[in-house]
């Protein structure tokens, strides 16, 4: 009895394994799928209906069905997890073979970022590919946006502003060589280069340069004729102390000359051979040359005080005038970068205009496009970045990156410096 009752269940369970290999498309399109933590997994027991049900892989990459306990399925195939299930019910002596199906119901998705229409999460498909992913968020991103109409003529305003701003780098450099030229008090301008040969080709930077020159000459002979001014007032100084000097050693000899002359008078008064009043004079004579001696010598104090006033008066408009000077040249340089900076933000906006919507909407005027494709995957417990192709597989849990980049081809947009050079986007008049 007990033989006969093992042959029907051996047959039972031959009857069931026959059943599952023939159940359906789902496990013939996940048989080579490899189990992974998170799957969900549908496992049927023919022999035991209370057990089948859906069942979860956890994080250590097991499962566990009450009888036989925990099982371990991760990295296996389908019919791998089915065959240790019906090992274990027959170590376990509950059974010879029970009949065992297991299909994948449901795995981790993978994610979609970056330029494609539908950025998100989608199922995941054994074999599915990166080109499938991206045909599954609706295709590369593109516009459909009616704005893209004024192309054009964000175009054209964008060009017009770059031109000004060149225009006006022009005449800030000009102005930088000029206040350069005047701090060093030089009579000539160092132009740069590319100034002075766009000035060979350009007759509005030809008449900046003139009008430099012209400006530099007005300064620098005004703050000379000041200077001048004062350096004459100075000399004249100079040698009103020098004639005063020589004032004083006349009036000093004649002191000598009256000293001596009252020593003999005084003589004379007292052996009463002369009058008093003849002393008197003598005197009077005396203290007359040592009052114009002291007011000689407040002369040359007064004069030499105005030459000290003169020299510092020269040092005031020097000082006045570099101060100035230098306070200018740092606005122009601090202009000169903000003109960089508005030039680079339009440049973009030049190159967005005029390349990167045109190549997205395939009307692109030159431009070459680049994807980046890159898979980000967790393994381990670490992250994996991998450069991936259209051909590449996902894995669940996968997120693909996607990023595409506009070369702006032939264009020829340059930097600051680089477009002052180009004719097209110079100073029109």
């Given at each position: 009895m007990m033989k006969r009752n093992r042959s029907w269940v051996n047959l039972v369970g031959t009857a069931s394994l026959l059943l599952c290999m023939l159940d359906g498309n789902a496990v013939r399109a996940t048989s080579d799928y490899v189990v992974r933590a998170d799957d969900k997994l549908k496992i049927k027991v023919f022999q035991y209906p209370e057990l089948s049900g859906d069942y979860k892989v956890r994080a250590n990459g097991t499962i566990s069905i009450a009888p036989i306990g925990d099982i371990p399925v991760t990295g296996l195939s389908t019919k791998e997890i089915a065959t240790q299930i019906s090992e274990r019910f027959v170590r376990s002596g509950i059974s010879d073979?029970?009949?065992?199906?297991?299909?994948?119901?449901?795995?981790?998705?993978?994610?979609?970022?970056?330029?494609?229409?539908?950025?998100?999460?989608?199922?995941?498909?054994?074999?599915?590919?990166?080109?499938?992913?991206?045909?599954?968020?609706?295709?590369?991103?593109?516009?459909?946006?009616?704005?893209?109409?004024?192309?054009?003529?964000?175009?054209?305003?964008?060009?017009?502003?770059?031109?000004?701003?060149?225009?006006?780098?022009?005449?800030?450099?000009?102005?930088?060589?000029?206040?350069?030229?005047?701090?060093?008090?030089?009579?000539?301008?160092?132009?740069?280069?590319?100034?002075?040969?766009?000035?060979?080709?350009?007759?509005?930077?030809?008449?900046?340069?003139?009008?430099?020159?012209?400006?530099?000459?007005?300064?620098?002979?005004?703050?000379?004729?000041?200077?001048?001014?004062?350096?004459?007032?100075?000399?004249?100084?100079?040698?009103?102390?020098?004639?005063?000097?020589?004032?004083?050693?006349?009036?000093?000899?004649?002191?000598?000359?009256?000293?001596?002359?009252?020593?003999?008078?005084?003589?004379?008064?007292?052996?009463?051979?002369?009058?008093?009043?003849?002393?008197?004079?003598?005197?009077?004579?005396?203290?007359?040359?040592?009052?114009?001696?002291?007011?000689?010598?407040?002369?040359?104090?007064r004069s030499r005080q105005n030459i000290t006033q003169a020299d510092q008066r020269i040092f005031d408009l020097k000082s006045q005038r570099n101060a100035a000077v230098t306070a200018e040249v740092q606005k122009v340089r601090m202009d000169i970068d903000d003109i960089s900076v508005r030039f680079d933000t339009n440049r973009s906006l030049l190159v967005e205009a005029k390349v990167t919507v045109p190549a997205l909407v395939g009307v692109s005027d030159g431009a070459v496009e680049t994807k980046s494709l890159v898979v980000v995957r967790m393994l381990d417990g670490k992250t994996q970045t991998i450069d991936a192709t259209e051909s590449t597989e996902l894995l669940p849990g996968d997120v693909l990156r996607i990023q595409r980049t506009i070369l702006p081809g032939t264009l020829g947009i340059g930097t600051l410096e680089q477009t002052s050079m180009m004719t097209p986007v110079g100073i029109k008049q």
């Open positions: 073979k029970p009949g065992t199906s297991v299909e994948v119901l449901e795995t981790r998705p993978v994610y979609v970022l970056g330029d494609v229409q539908k950025p998100g999460e989608y199922q995941f498909r054994p074999g599915m590919t990166v080109l499938q992913v991206v045909s599954l968020a609706g295709g590369w991103l593109r516009f459909n946006d009616p704005a893209l109409m004024r192309l054009d003529r964000d175009s054209i305003t964008i060009s017009g502003e770059m031109r000004n701003l060149v225009r006006r780098y022009y005449e800030l450099t000009a102005r930088r060589a000029r206040l350069n030229a005047e701090l060093a008090m030089r009579t000539d301008i160092q132009f740069t280069n590319d100034l002075v040969l766009r000035s060979q080709v350009d007759p509005a930077v030809r008449q900046l340069i003139d009008e430099e020159r012209s400006l530099l000459n007005i300064h620098v002979d005004a703050l000379k004729t000041q200077i001048d001014s004062l350096e004459q007032n100075r000399g004249l100084y100079e040698r009103e102390i020098d004639a005063i000097k020589r004032q004083i050693e006349a009036n000093k000899a004649q002191s000598a000359s009256v000293e001596r002359e009252l020593v003999e008078v005084r003589g004379l008064v007292k052996r009463g051979l002369t009058t008093l009043s003849r002393l008197a004079n003598l005197e009077r004579m005396q203290a007359q040359l040592e009052m114009n001696e002291q007011g000689f010598q407040t002369l040359i104090l």
